[in-house]
T-cell receptor
Framework: AQSVTQLGSHVSVSEGALVLLRCNYSSSVPPYLFWYVQYPNQGLQLLLKYTSAATLVKGINGFEAEFKKSETSFHLTKPSAHMSDAAEYFCAVKGDTGRRALTFGSGTRLQVQP | DAMVIQNPRYQVTQFGKPVTLSCSQTLNHNVMYWYQQKSSQAPKLLFHYYDKDFNNEADTPDNFQSRRPNTSFCFLDIRSPGLGDAAMYLC????????????FGPGTRLTVL
């Protein structure tokens, strides 16, 4: 079965500081991995996805993530946080063959302090 | 712009009173999903349609039903809402492609009084 673990339900950074949101996955087959962002009372917006091409994936709003098979990780980073980055971030995996649905992590709420 | 639309954005219903949530898409995607998201939790898949084929998750309560009359529209029916059904309901779509990126609508927040 596929699963996702997001370490840290809340992360707080200062504006301009590095953002690092952690995601570890489990999958019985090579996975597809996704990061979504959710602003209050809104749906999920795709930030980036890994689909077995380049291991370093660049997304929207300056975010990127690196797929590390040996560590089963797909951590999300941004060099310099902006106030507008404050939101909930979800990592998701699609791995098991025959299962179309995504499995989401429990989410990480990012706070950006001025 | 191609998009996923959900109506209404906010829905208030009474305990036990049936309610229907609507989702439409202009992406011409084959697959449509309904997720339930409770406060501070991850989205939980209720069911999805692959074209007209309905796929129910094993733990989705019978109280939840869905209809997909055509490619563009999908409905979520809650036959007898309970207080525990208060949540954000998210609709998503994807194509048949192998990456299966899901595109989400803005959600409908359901309140049960």
């Amino acid at each position: 079965a596929q699963s996702v673990t997001q370490l840290g339900s809340h992360v707080s950074v200062s504006e301009g500081a590095l953002v690092l949101l952690r995601c570890n996955y489990s999958s019985s087959v090579p996975p597809y991995l996704f990061w979504y962002v959710q602003y209050p009372n809104q749906g999920l917006q795709l930030l980036l996805k890994y689909t077995s091409a380049a291991t370093l994936v660049k997304g929207i709003n300056g975010f990127e993530a690196e797929f590390k098979k040996s560590e089963t990780s797909f951590h999300l980073t941004k060099p310099s946080a902006h106030m507008s980055d404050a939101a909930e971030y979800f990592c998701a995996v699609k791995g098991d063959t025959g299962r179309r649905a995504l499995t989401f992590g429990s989410g990480t709420r990012l706070q950006v302090q001025p | 712009d191609a998009m996923v639309i959900q109506n209404p954005r906010y829905q208030v219903t009474q305990f036990g009173k049936p309610v229907t949530l609507s989702c439409s898409q202009t992406l011409n995607h084959n697959v449509m999903y309904w997720y339930q998201q409770k406060s501070s939790q991850a989205p939980k898949l209720l069911f999805h349609y692959y074209d007209k084929d309905f796929n129910n998750e094993a733990d989705t309560p019978d109280n939840f039903q869905s209809r997909r009359p055509n490619t563009s529209f999908c409905f979520l029916d809650i036959r007898s809402p309970g207080l525990g059904d208060a949540a954000m309901y998210l609709c998503a779509t994807s194509s048949r492609g192998s990456t299966d990126t899901q595109y989400f609508g803005p959600g409908t927040r359901l309140t049960v009084l």
